[in-house]
DNA sequence: AGTCATTGGGGTAATTGGGGGA
DNA sequence: TTTGTCCCAATTACCCCAATGA
């Protein structure tokens, strides 16, 4: 069967708690906090876009971060963003 | 090639339980719960409008874009949090 | 006429949400 | 301040097997 696959990939509380090796009610209060943003199911549970998961896992440079992406953001425009 | 209009997409429910990453029994669960509109074929199988799953994936995901309050909110004391 | 993955139905464990307290 | 753990109620996931869809 043909998949049109044009979602973004989802992950339960429990996959999010276990990458970042935290409880998932942990999970739940950032999702609270504005700081993950959450699709959540009919049925109320939380789903959590993978994308945005990895990106914040992989922001270990956090300090000199928001300057570096301040200043990427607005200059060389073709050699960046490579994903999907 | 049959035909497929292009108002009228139907999605199966192994679709639909991929893109909200959730059980296709889930799904009809919700079916059954009037949460979404389900049309059944002659045999009994459920099908699912495209346009309707994408409108409630896309209702709960009211972003909090409040990513920066992540990175350097450990040094801003005076305004932030005030609940409980 | 067949195969084979998917779906439906029911029932039972596991996960999740929310509040509260350590 | 952030996290982990307690409670309970609701939602979801996995088990079976028979019928449908392609």
Redesign the interface.
Known sequence: ?S??GD?E????PAEVASLFRVDPKTVTRWAK???L???????GHR?YKESEVRA?LG?AS?AA??EAAANAAAADPGKDDRQR
Chains 1, 2 share one sequence.
């Open positions: 069967m998949f049109h979602s990939v989802l992950l339960t906090a504005g700081k943003s959450s699709i959540r199911t009919l049925g789903r914040l922001a956090e971060e928001a």
